[in-house]
């Protein structure tokens, strides 16, 4: 991979679905720099992809962790056992799930059943030596590129975003939410289980104050129209909000019933605002998990009437 200031995208082919899991690739004089590798049921896309670039997963020297859900890090133990130099920086509270990620696999077998290998493979631990913790603020240099870092808990508590200083893109991971091509709309993204609407439009803030260049999303790309994508992200966001803590306190709410016209509502919408020709990226079941995700939020603070 000769040298290079730009961001690369490679396409991970999620289950054979186009433009849904992005791993950004910069170019860091010592080896390719990862950003979310993605599962392992894609590694080999992410190796096709490196190979159209000139180099291969043997050649990567480092991986920025956005966090540490499956889709965005599951493949970073088995891509730290076969390649040793690499080096994995990701926020503390996450870092000992990757030690040991017995809880993180028994949190998504619950979900997923026995749809966890073919979803995402394989999980490994990630050895220790591999890791460097995190707590957001620290800037770090990696082959001559400069990167600063910041906490940006709201999706996840041990949500990070990096911002490479060549090229002014900030790394957002689910942080500004989920975008795809065909249409404006962003899509804040509240599954649980530690959803915190609050601290997501602190660290929004806290992005726009990097006054990023462009954002990098896993879901799916960089988009260049920042102010743009922050505002509909955190408006919508703040809809949603508003929605689900009105249904989830009602005495007799019906949980599967209400998530489940919340991603009526939801598609609906999103269809309408679709190009013609492009195929719908999103489905009713992660629609769904946002509203639980939310109504999870809003139960902790002020507990549901009996």
Partial sequence: MSPDPAVHLIDLQFQGQAGYIATGVLDGGDGPILVDPGPASTLPALQRGLEDLGTSLEDVSAILLTHIHLDHAGAAGILAEDNPKIRIRVHRAGARHLLDPSRLLASATRLYGDQMETLWG?????????????DGGEEF???GRHFSSLATP????HHMAYRDEVTGTAFVGDAAGERFSGTTMVIPVTPPPDIDVEAMLTSTAAIRDWHPVQLFLTHFGPFGDVTHHLDDHDARLQRFSARVERESRRSDADDQALAAAFARDFLREYAADLAPGVPMPVHADG??????GLARYHRKRVPTPE
Avoid at 122 to 134: D, F, G, K, S, W
């Fill in 122 to 134: 394989a999980i490994h631990p990630v050895p220790e030596e591999t890791l460097i913790p995190l």
């Fill in 141 to 143: 240099d990696l082959g």
């Fill in 154 to 157: 709201g999706h996840a508590v």
């Fill in 287 to 292: 629609v769904m998990a946002s509203w639980v």
